[in-house]
């Protein structure tokens, strides 16, 4: 037994790096990588000990209240993108584990559903506490498992657990309605009621903030849910179930699973007792999980992917404009939906704009997500890194222009260098597809109704922004863009207070407010006649 395999004590499994430290996956690592990659495995042992004293390091999966394996016994590898090396395995599960985490949260919700809202208030708002109290170490592991730079890990903890609190506090705020009835004996009255068992499927790029943006409202509604987190980031939202447990939240309203992604999917769209299916990620899994949900009539609500436009006008504030870019592009290094995918510029500001963003880029540092000042960590996995590749040659040839970067992180395995690529055209790849990746592209326009031609001409319509200074434009230009949410002179727009989604084939339904309460309830209507009693 290791060193690090004592430290943690028994009671949870432990990290498949503890026992071997240094293994990593041998074709994404240079040679140059290996005193880097000795250095991080120190760091992840260290937050994974962390974990563990707090009981958060989780690698089952959780099914009626109890840690599961899968039912073969069989397991997926996790690996820090930062090094390649295996962090964990977790079960590997399918159908089966699923069916039986149908079942408990169709137990469950049969009580869950009959508390009163105060009392669902109450242990939600226990669970946003202990998040905030876990904050460290759950940011800790949203970099240890996605990559992502630990300020940024730990504020999209804070950005998580808002949605908690905020739902908790929606819960007492359920109201029905009285309809003044068209007969002297009859009322009518409105009832919402949670819709029931719901599927929650999550990507990688936020592990911890889609599972609370879908999970905190359906439980604040009444509902229970079984979580589908991606295989790539499954370990934060198991500590987020340890912590729902914890909180009082009670065994099977909070299940998740994993593992084999279309079995696991086809159970819950199969299950008549499945009446909600929530999802972030692919346009292309999105459209599946819609056309499978048909076969039961489930309530569907989307967040697709974006092809976000950001439009620099002549009179913008060039600073504004740069800080905006910024926040909006590199953000995850590039790796969000909402991520400014085409920037669009008006050519008497277009040079001086690309330079200042050229500058501003180069300052950005890249590296692994523990080190001080990294501002981009890397990216998901090599397929990612490839799209990128793809991409930017598609561009290139056809008349793109590299201002900046343009190839991978001398860092080597997943690190890209941040780009900035100018004569951009709305035809190549970079332009109809979203990167997903650190490359800013920039495209050329003349006039206000060119660049609203642009910004709409694509399928997506999830986020779009401009920046000007030019009241009446912003307005403008606002109501023309067909998108479910603008951006004016402002590149961070998520916050758990504003609905959240997207128009055309970005997505169905809102996410965050007062309106994504609606997605988990149903609407009764009540007649009451015969009100005489005659
Ligand atoms: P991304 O490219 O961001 O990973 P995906 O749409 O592939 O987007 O994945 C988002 C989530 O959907 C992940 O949890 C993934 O495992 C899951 N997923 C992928 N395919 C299916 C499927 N056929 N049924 C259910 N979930 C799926």
């Known amino acids: ?38 250095q991080i495995s120190m760091e992840a042992q260290s937050v994974a000990a962390r974990l563990n004293s707090s009981g958060l390091l989780r690698t089952q999966a959780l099914i009626g209240g109890k840690w599961r394996d899968s039912y073969d016994g069989k397991t997926i590898k996790v690996h820090n993108p930062a090094t390649g090396e295996v962090i964990a395995n977790v079960p590997c ?17 049969q009580s869950w559903s009959k508390l009163t809202a105060a009392e669902r208030s109450k242990r939600l708002r226990k669970w946003y506490d202990l998040i905030v109290a876990h904050k460290e170490e759950l940011g800790q592991l949203i970099t240890l498992e996605q990559g992502k730079p630990l300020k940024e890990a730990i504020g999209e903890v804070s950005y998580g657990a808002s949605f908690i609190e905020f739902f908790a506090e929606e819960a007492k705020r359920v109201y029905g309605d009285i309809i003044p009835s068209p007969l002297a004996d009859r009322r009518i009255f409105v009832l919402k009621q949670p819709v029931g068992v719901v599927g929650a499927i999550t990507p990688w790029n936020f592990p911890l903030a889609m599972i609370t943006r879908k999970v905190g409202p359906a439980l604040a509604c009444g509902c229970t849910v079984v979580i589908k987190p991606s295989e790539l980031t499954p370990l934060t939202a198991l500590a987020a179930a340890e912590l729902s447990l914890q909180a009082g939240i009670p065994p099977g309203a ?11 999917g086809d159970a819950l769209l199969a299950s008549p007792q499945v009446r909600k299916i929530t999802f972030t990620g692919s346009t292309a899994v999105g459209k599946k999980l819609m056309a499978g949900a048909a076969g039961t009539v489930k309530k569907v609500s989307l967040e697709l992917g ?19 870019t910024l926040a909006t592009k590199f953000r995850n290094s590039g790796q969000t939906c909402v991520c400014a995918n085409r920037i669009i510029v008006q050519e008497g500001i277009y040079d001086k704009f690309a330079n200042a963003l050229s500058n501003a880029v180069q300052r950005m540092q890249v590296g692994n997500g523990f080190h001080e000042d990294v501002s981009q960590g890397p990216l998901i996995n090599e397929a990612a890194v490839q799209k990128v590749e793809t991409f930017l040659q598609d561009a290139k040839s056809k008349g793109a222009k590299v201002l900046l970067g343009g190839k991978r992180h001398s860092l080597g395995m997943t690190f ?10 709305s035809e190549m790849l970079i332009s109809r597809e979203e990167v997903f990746g650190p490359i800013a592209p920039l495209l050329r326009f003349k006039t206000e109704e060119e660049a609203i031609h642009i910004a709409n001409d694509t399928n997506a319509g999830l986020a ?29 727009i998520s916050t758990e207070v504003a609905p959240f989604g ?21 609407i009764k209507y009540v007649c009451l006649g015969n009100l005489s009693g005659n």
Request: charged share 20%; with cysteine; net charge negative.
């Open 416 to 425: 890209y260098e941040p780009t900035v690529i100018t004569d951009v055209k």
């Open 1 to 38: 037994m290791g060193l690090a395999r004592m430290a943690l004590g028994s009671g949870t499994r432990t990290l498949g790096l503890l026992c071997r430290p240094f293994r990593f996956v041998a074709s994404r690592h240079p040679p140059t990588a290996a005193v880097f990659v000795r």
């Open 254 to 264: 909070v299940n998740v699973v994993m593992g084999h992604a279309s079995a696991i």
């Open 502 to 522: 997207g128009v055309k084939q970005s997505g169905l339904g809102r996410e965050g407010s007062k309106y994504g309460m609606d997605e988990y309830l149903e």
């Open 464 to 492: 779009a922004y401009l920046f000007t200074t030019n009241m009446q434009r912003s307005w403008r230009v606002s109501e023309a863009l067909e998108y479910g949410i603008v951006g004016i002179n402002e590149g961070l």
């Open 93 to 109: 599960m399918g159908g089966r584990e699923t069916d039986d985490a149908i079942a408990s949260a169709y137990n469950a919700f």
């Open 306 to 324: 974006g092809n976000a436009p950001c439009i620099i006008f002549d009179d913008a504030d060039l600073d504004v404009a740069i800080k905006g």
